[in-house]
T-cell receptor
Framework: GEDVEQSLFLSVREGDSSVINCTYT??????LYWYKQEPGAGLQLLTY?????DMKQDQRLTVLLNKKDKHLSLRIADTQTGDSAIYFC???????????FGGGTRLMVKP | GAVVSQHPSWVICKSGTSVKIECRSL??????MFWYRQFPKQSLMLMAT?????????EQGVEKDKFLINHASLTLSTLTVTSAHPEDSSFYIC??????????FGPGTRLLVL
């Protein structure tokens, strides 16, 4: 079946860049998403990328997609303490269908 | 601002009672909404797909008689946890697709069954 995997934990210093990685198995995924979840809160859509794209940049966020290796990454430039949260990658055929989520990566930003 | 709301945010109930959770899309209509469950320190697991005008579609292992879903209108889906037990304590999150590209999540409802 479909599987999405992420590393569990990442720690960076404030001001550094963070790179969160994700691998998926479903080659028919059309959209790949990054969501942010702060403690006790719901999921906030950060960005998404269409499967025919290699890169998408949105302010401090850069998404890279290697479709051949089924590898997705989220780079956060100039990481701030407010970026501390759990980041989930997810894949789906389109938004009208269910999303399959990775286990989440907990990002800790140290001052 | 928020595009999907959930009510209530928190609910504590006694074992055996039923709890209704509402999910509303605030700015747009949706024929489909999704219900997810998230246990502590775990990822989101899809429970069911709520379909306006027809029965919900449940994922394997999710009891449809225990988790009743009603897609009452194009902006409202409800999830009722019937005869709740402590093992049902979890964070329930709904999501609403908008267009072909985005899916917005509600803020979640934390259920604690004593």
């Amino acid at each position: 079946g479909e599987d999405v995997e992420q590393s569990l934990f990442l720690s960076v210093r404030e001001g550094d860049s963070s790179v969160i990685n994700c691998t998926y198995t479903d080659s028919s995924s059309t959209y790949l998403y990054w969501y942010k979840q702060e403690p006790g809160a719901g999921l906030q859509l950060l960005t998404y990328i269409f499967s025919n794209m290699d890169m998408k940049q949105d302010q401090r966020l850069t998404v890279l997609l290697n479709k051949k290796d089924k590898h997705l990454s989220l780079r956060i430039a100039d990481t701030q303490t407010g970026d501390s949260a759990i980041y989930f990658c997810a894949e789906g055929k389109d938004a009208g269908n269910m999303l399959t989520f990775g286990g989440g990566t907990r990002l800790m930003v140290k001052p | 601002g928020a595009v999907v709301s959930q009510h209530p945010s928190w609910v504590i109930c006694k074992s055996g009672t039923s709890v209704k959770i509402e999910c509303r899309s605030l700015d747009f209509q949706a024929t489909t909404m999704f219900w997810y469950r998230q246990f502590p320190k775990q990822s989101l697991m899809l429970m069911a797909t709520s379909n306006e005008g027809s029965k919900a579609t449940y994922e394997q292992g999710v009891e449809k008689d225990k988790f009743l879903i009603n897609h009452a209108s194009l902006t409202l889906s409800t999830l009722t946890v019937t005869s709740a037990h402590p093992e049902d304590s979890s964070f329930y999150i709904c999501s609403v697709p908008r267009g072909a590209e985005t899916q917005y999540f509600g803020p979640g409802t934390r259920l604690l069954v004593l």
